[in-house]
């Protein structure tokens, strides 16, 4: 009876806990209703971007030709506006090549001010019959816009305005259903060019961005659709790039396809691009690119054959950003607008545009509401590091199926704002399933506290083994105060807390100093016991053997007693006689010391008396070398931390070591060991050691005074 009773209570703890969620989910999707008016939009229009930016559209034809009025064109031919006959000229260069069709991005509104009648009106002195010998230059421009399609550009204008007037070129014989054309973009009046280039010109095209280009569709303004369709008093008027394409195509009939909810595109002779209810393109954007771009001073000075218009549309208008034509596009990129006509061209061409219709919004409620569910369902159940998995791993599936949605189809999912509404919802679960799960969190932390005192108690032994190793190697300095034949520094740095690296300097009698440095295989404990043994019985079996090479094979057979982790030892140990400077030695696998001769470096020649590391053959024959020290001769010898220290990207090598050595070769003993430590860890630039690093160097002075 007792567990039945505490199982109902447990249940209807469970169903409390998931009452708020509940709420929370609700509130959300009233929220994603209305996200339009939020700043949520912020968010989806950032996500959209992202898609575009990280799959932009291919833009692997280019059937558009910029014709820019940059600033190499405004340098040659002066300030805008230009006259009418320079434009003329410009046209005529451009209709020679036989385009497609020619759109001109720019309003021709006022007369030329070189007009004849303009000078009559600032110059009332000239002559009447000098006047009437004088070019028109609007008649010459409109006679150049006369050879082949052209669109002038046309800019709706939301309410009348001084100078508006109603462009003369709209569509023929548009057919379209009502609720089409009620949802259209509607214009009161029209910024147009002179009745002259309107009658020479075969159309005239809209150049606005979207009448919510300032409001809601915008972040930063950032342009991210195009009218397709718009009307102006109710006369139909294409975009400018469409309405080139339909001249192109030889004036076919322009038929709007819709559903319920709008139009879902626009057809053009064989043509189709799909677009929102009220005729605005969802612009796929790709990268900028200059290939198609030229400059109107290098065409009117005919750097570039008439032939490369040939069979292509061509764009005439401003690319200077002193002309203030610039567009931000979802890319990232500042464009002038004559591109954004080019865009829409290739995507007409290639009836590909960005698709959000009506239902989208649905189906991300819906996203949203399930996802609620499952997390109410599955977080209370579930432990709170896999409730944060599940969640982490539902926002992905959301955020991912956006992006892949956008690969497949060109579609606009956002799976990022029911994401986004339902971190309230989780946060609510996972604190119910936090304290459910309290009575676990107080046992880890026991268990935390019992694993820190081990490895406190284990830093403390490790420490106090540091200790008790550094006190096994010998102080040069307080060894060898007062010796005057020899000077001798020495320093070793474990990587870890302690190491496997060792260096010994000792006299034999009054005249043979024994150095020896060694490098134990491994790093840690194991090595430091095998290394504490081996500097051990180097000093004892140097001291009782006369033959050095003897000595070492002893060596090697003491060490490898019970040498049960198969370590083994590089070595090098040196005897020398210091009245003649005469040194004796046997490398056991180790690097070759290097020798600082007035100035120059060498290294010790230990290929032939070299032997493998102490303990890797055993019973190995060691034999001793021999060389000659000179008086000031300096001796260095170093284990591979110092040769093998990297930062990441290299290794210190030695190059950077006989680099050192010169740098420092002047320098005291003590000093210059110093230097060589500190140019090391400058190399490895932070980075942690690798290796253990240790330094022995030995400065022969030669016979003293009393010697000789």
């Known amino acids: 009876m007792r567990r039945l009773t505490g199982l ?94 020619l759109g ?14 303009g000078l009559a009106a600032r110059y009332p002195d000239l002559p009447a019959d000098t006047l009437a010998r004088l070019p028109d230059p609007d008649q010459q421009l409109a006679s150049a816009l006369s050879v082949r399609p052209t669109v002038l550009a046309v800019v709706g204008l939301s309410k009348e305005l001084p ?40 159309g005239e095209g809209l150049i606005n961005g979207s009448q919510g280009q300032l409001q809601a569709d915008s972040e930063r303004g950032v342009l991210r659709r195009i009218p397709a369709l718009a009307t102006i008093q109710q006369l139909p008027f294409l975009s400018l790039p469409l309405e080139m394409v339909r001249l192109a195509l030889g004036d076919p009939a322009v038929v709007p396809e819709s559903g319920s909810d709008g139009m879902t595109a626009i057809r ?11 005729g605005e393109v969802l612009l796929h954007f790709g990268r900028a690119s200059s290939n198609y771009y030229l400059s109107a001073a290098d065409v009117l000075a005919g750097v570039h054959p008439t032939e490369i218009f040939t069979g292509r549309f061509v764009i005439v208008g401003f690319n200077s950003t002193g002309l203030q034509d610039r567009i931000i596009t979802p ?58 998995i599940s969640f982490a791993t539902l926002g992905l599936l959301l955020v991912g199926s956006g992006f892949l949605a956008f690969f497949t189809g ?47 108690r284990a830093a403390g032994e490790l420490d106090a083994a540091r200790r008790i190793q550094r006190g096994l190697l010998p102080n040069p300095a307080t060894l060898f105060a007062d010796e005057q034949r020899f000077s001798i520094a020495a320093l070793l740095e474990p990587a870890l807390a302690v190491g496997g690296d060792y260096y010994d300097c000792f006299m034999l009698d009054q005249q043979h100093l024994c150095l020896a440095i060694g490098d134990v295989s491994g790093k ?22 006369s033959d050095l090479g003897l000595a070492v094979r002893e060596l090697e057979c003491e060490l490898s007693r019970d040498n049960s982790e198969y370590l083994f030892v590089t070595a090098f140990i040196g005897i020398l006689n210091l009245q003649s400077g005469h040194l004796e030695y046997v490398c056991a696998g180790h690097d070759a ?73 002047a320098d005291p003993v003590e000093r210059a060991t110093t230097a060589l430590r500190d140019a090391v860890r400058r190399f490895e630039s932070g980075h942690p050691p690798t290796d253990d690093l240790t330094l022995l160097v030995m400065h022969w002075h030669g016979q003293t005074t009393s010697e000789r």
């Open 104 to 117: 001109i991005d720019i309003v021709f509104s006022e007369p030329d001010r070189f007009s004849p009648a």
């Open 268 to 278: 053009i002779g064989d043509y189709r691009l799909p677009t929102q209810g009220n």
């Open 410 to 456: 060109r579609w606009l999912f956002d799976g990022l704002t029911p994401f986004v509404l339902l971190v309230p919802v989780f946060i609510l679960l996972l604190g119910n399933t936090l304290i459910a799960a309290d009575s676990q969190r107080r046992t880890a932390e026991r268990t935390l506290q019992q694993s820190r005192e081990e490895a406190a």
């Open 524 to 545: 840690g404990v194991p090595a430091s016991l095998f290394m504490a043994m081996s500097k051990t019985l180097t000093g004892a079996l140097m001291r009782r053997q």
């Open 8 to 101: 109902l209570l447990a249940a209807i703890r469970l169903e409390h806990s998931r009452i708020l969620p509940l709420l929370l989910l609700v509130a959300a999707l009233l929220l994603q209703f209305s996200s339009e008016q939020t700043p949520l939009l912020t968010v989806r229009e950032a996500l959209f971007d992202q898609y575009q930016r990280q799959m932009p559209r291919e833009r692997s034809s280019e059937p558009v030709i910029v014709v820019g009025i940059d600033s190499q064109s405004l340098v040659k031919h002066g300030q805008w506006p230009w006259s009418r006959d320079l434009m003329a000229q410009l046209v005529n260069r451009i209709q020679a090549g036989q385009p497609l069709s």
């Open 593 to 665: 010391p290097i020798i600082l001769r007035h100035g120059q470096l060498l290294r010790i020649d230990t290929a032939e008396k070299a032997g493998p590391p102490l303990c890797a053959l055993g019973n190995f024959p060691y034999q001793a070398g021999h060389l000659q020290l000179l008086p000031s001769d300096r001796l260095y010898l170093f284990t591979d931390g110092v040769t093998e220290a990297g930062n990441g990207k290299a290794m210190f090598g030695m190059t950077g070591l006989h680099a050192a050595i010169l740098k420092s070769g």
């Open 331 to 388: 890319l990232g990129e500042s464009l002038p607008g004559i591109d954004i006509h080019a865009q829409v061209i290739e995507s007409l061409l290639e009836g590909t545009a960005l698709k959000r219709p009506p239902w989208m919004s649905g189906l991300e409620s819906a996203t949203l509401l399930l996802g609620g569910l499952l997390l109410i369902v599955m977080i209370p159940v579930l432990r709170p590091r896999y409730a944060v």
């Open 163 to 202: 100078g508006s007037t109603q462009a003369a070129r709209p569509l023929p014989a548009f057919r379209a259903e009502a609720a089409v054309q009620q949802q259209l973009p509607n214009y009161a009046g029209a910024l147009a060019s002179l009745p002259l280039l309107e009658k020479a010109a075969a």
